[in-house]
């Protein structure tokens, strides 16, 4: 039981480059989230999704896209990337959106120069 | 939007010693948790609280749900080394995007020289 997977652990982005950060979930989870960690700022949610073909923005969405084709994956899109976007992104699924803890997965450090 | 006020910001501990740290909001919540972040991995779930008053123990770790709903706090008594981390509080209600998780700024702990 894998958990919460993500992928690649470290990525380093052209200004302007796209990229997707992967994330998958085996415990049949159907909530799935992203947020971004800056340092001072604790973690902000980007997007969420509460079953497979439903997807909504959270409090920071600006320059990312996501999509939920299946219940087991929730890839985020950086569609141009900006020095801004320079973070650690964490994806988290939860049995349900509501009352539940998350999972966190172990996070992508991105760096955009 | 909703804010968590999270404090201390950051802790000197020394082995043995209680810590305590605290989160609030103006903001009703459902459910608090708090979660501990080790460096280069993602937060994991401590103890989570779902009824105003309740007072729950993990280990040497004791948090309780205040009873406005608007605040938490967490002890952890006689410290160790391995208590070093950051500490999130993090809230959430039921029911469409209010049942997303929102997260305090963070306790960084970390070991007196």
């Known amino acids: 039981n894998a958990g919460v997977t993500q992928t690649p652990k470290f990525q380093v982005l052209k200004t302007g480059q796209s990229m997707t950060l992967q994330c998958a979930q085996d415990m049949n989870h159907e909530y799935m989230s992203w947020y971004r960690q800056d340092p001072g700022m604790g973690l902000r949610l980007i997007h969420y999704s509460v079953g497979a073909g439903i997807t909504d923005q959270g409090e920071v969405p600006n320059g990312y896209n996501v999509s939920r084709s299946t219940t087991e994956d929730f890839p985020l899109r950086l569609l141009s990337a900006a020095p801004s976007q320079t973070s650690v992104y964490f994806c988290?699924?939860?049995?349900?959106?509501?009352?539940?803890?998350?999972?966190f997965g172990s996070g992508t450090r991105l760096t955009v120069v | 939007g909703q804010q968590l006020n999270q404090s201390p910001q950051s802790m000197f501990i020394q082995e043995g010693e209680d810590v305590s740290m605290n989160c609030t909001s103006s903001s009703i919540f459902n459910t608090w948790l708090w979660y501990k972040q080790d460096p280069g991995e993602g937060p994991v779930l401590l103890i989570a609280?779902?009824?105003?008053?309740e007072l729950t123990s993990n280990g040497r770790l004791t948090a309780q749900f205040g009873i406005t709903r608007k605040d938490s706090f967490l002890n952890i008594s006689a410290s160790i080394p391995s208590d070093v981390g950051i500490y999130f509080c993090a809230a959430q209600n039921y029911g469409g995007s209010q049942g997303n998780l929102i997260f305090g700024k963070g306790t960084k702990l970390s070991v007196k020289p």
């Open positions: 609280l779902y009824k105003a008053g």
């Open positions: 988290a699924s939860s049995y349900r959106q509501g009352n539940y803890g998350y999972t």
